[in-house]
């Protein structure tokens, strides 16, 4: 007979029928482990994947693996005091998560520990949804973290997890366990200091624009244009927040050039506040594009707006009626096909840095590849949406009526940052500080002339 023995099935044990329990179970059958179950009601617990045993809390439920997934709450934990003998020596990996940081004074997994100090707690698992077991994990719940005073506790943990194909990452003993169990009570924190920034500039340029727009048609000409308020006003502030926001994502970059520069050396970190500006770029970038995309949005709804159908039908027939043609200007033609031009490009170039962003397609990218998007076009995407904004002003700039109040308006103020940054970059990319900049960034350092002198002291 030429057809082998099926090898030995490893049987793993999980306490809880829950949703994270049932998903968990599938994940591990579909991978060939065995799976039997422990639950308080082994006849009502709901459906349990084909192919699994279910014993109720007993003492043959614990014997029956050697490894034991403890997907129930904490409050529940009490009964397993009470089986401490047999789970003696046992490989027990705690799941749980809390509603809330600081619900207890120990972690679960360490709370856990303590009850049953025969066996070898091992938290891991607790990142990962239900959700994402049951479908399959995905670029962002591929990771397992987890952590154990025993090695071989862990390293039993680990072959399990990468079995269902899953990345490992050890986070040390266990009493890393509260800081597993923060992981998925965090909301977006990467994204917190982006965020706080565009609401607030959204708010600042909106009421500003309010101000400048509605406030000052009705003080002083007794007009209100308050309707405008939801797309005309609206597709002020979204662009001139994009603009910022983009040229925000490349003056950390710039800043960090300089002080490279300045200390003549790349050994030296970063102040605290840069680096968290740094590593916060991507969020302000997708945030930017979000807002560009809106300002595209409403721009394409302009002609079907009634107000805007309405002015031209207006000015229509009063030409009509007095009999009046309007001489073709080539100078506004030019300027206005060429503002649009800028703003496709730089809108173009803004959707190629969105999706090179994106982890599946950035890591088919190559850093040099990587680095010339974001980098380079980044830079050329910036210079095409500044100049897209010049080209709006035009010579509105220099005319008196453009400052209402005394105040100038959203877009020469959205104009400082991105303009700032690219003479920046253009002085950063002449050949002499290029050179220079190039030779830091390769670890060569500066000689202090201080330093030198206290050696010759010395010597």
């Known amino acids: 007979n030429d057809l082998e023995e099926p090898t030995h099935q490893e049987l793993l044990c999980i306490f809880g029928t829950g949703d994270f329990g049932r998903s968990l179970g599938q994940r591990l059958l579909q991978s060939g482990y065995r799976v039997v179950y422990g639950s308080r009601r082994p006849h009502s617990c709901g459906p349990l994947p084909q192919g699994a045993q279910v014993m109720s809390h007993t003492a043959a439920a614990a014997q029956s693996a050697s490894l034991v997934f403890v997907c129930i709450h904490r409050e529940h934990y009490d009964f397993l005091e009470t089986l401490a003998p047999e789970l003696k020596g046992k490989v027990l990996v705690d799941v749980s998560n809390n509603l809330k940081k600081n619900l207890y004074p120990e972690a679960n997994a360490e709370y856990l520990q303590r009850l049953i100090p025969g066996a070898h707690v091992v938290k891991a698992f607790n990142t990962l949804s239900a959700w994402a077991l049951q479908n399959g994990p995905s670029d962002a719940s591929r990771q397992v973290y987890l952590c154990g005073n025993s090695a071989e506790a862990k390293e039993a943990v680990s072959e399990v997890a990468t079995k269902l194909g899953l990345t490992v990452l050890d986070r040390g003993s266990l009493t890393a366990a509260r800081e597993l169990e923060d992981f998925p009570l965090q909301l977006f924190p990467e994204w917190r200091l982006p965020l706080r920034l565009a609401a607030s500039l959204a708010a600042a340029f909106f009421f500003y624009l309010l101000i400048r727009d509605v406030v000052y048609a009705y003080a002083e000409e ?227 002339p201080e330093d030198d002198t206290k050696k010759s002291l010395l010597t």
């Open 222 to 448: 007794g007009k209100d244009i308050s309707f405008r308020i939801m797309v005309s006003l609206a597709n002020k502030v979204f662009p001139i927040v994009s603009l910022i926001m983009l040229a925000l994502c490349y003056l950390p970059g710039v800043i960090a050039a300089f002080l490279q520069l300045y200390r003549g050396t790349k050994y030296k970190r970063f102040p605290d506040w840069l680096d968290r500006w740094m590593l916060c770029r991507k969020q302000l970038g997708l945030l930017a594009l979000a807002f560009a995309s809106l300002h595209v949005l409403y721009t394409l709804i302009i002609p079907i707006r009634y107000y805007v159908r309405f002015k031209i039908a207006e000015s229509t027939i009063s030409k009509i009626k007095e009999n009046k043609t309007s001489v073709f200007d080539t100078t506004l033609a030019w300027r206005a096909d060429s503002y649009y031009s800028m703003g496709i490009l730089g809108y173009a170039l803004y959707v190629l840095l969105g999706i090179t962003s994106l982890p599946s397609v950035s890591n088919a990218l190559s850093w040099r590849e990587f680095s010339f998007i974001q980098s380079k076009l980044g830079y050329l995407t910036l210079f095409f949406c500044t100049l897209h904004t010049y080209l709006y002003g035009g010579s509105r700039f220099l005319s008196p009526s453009t400052y209402k109040w005394y105040t100038p308006p959203g877009y020469i103020l959205s104009l400082v940052v991105p303009s700032v940054v690219l003479v920046l970059k253009l002085l950063i990319i002449l050949p002499c500080v290029d050179r220079t900049l190039t030779r830091i960034r390769r670890g060569w350092e500066r000689t202090d």
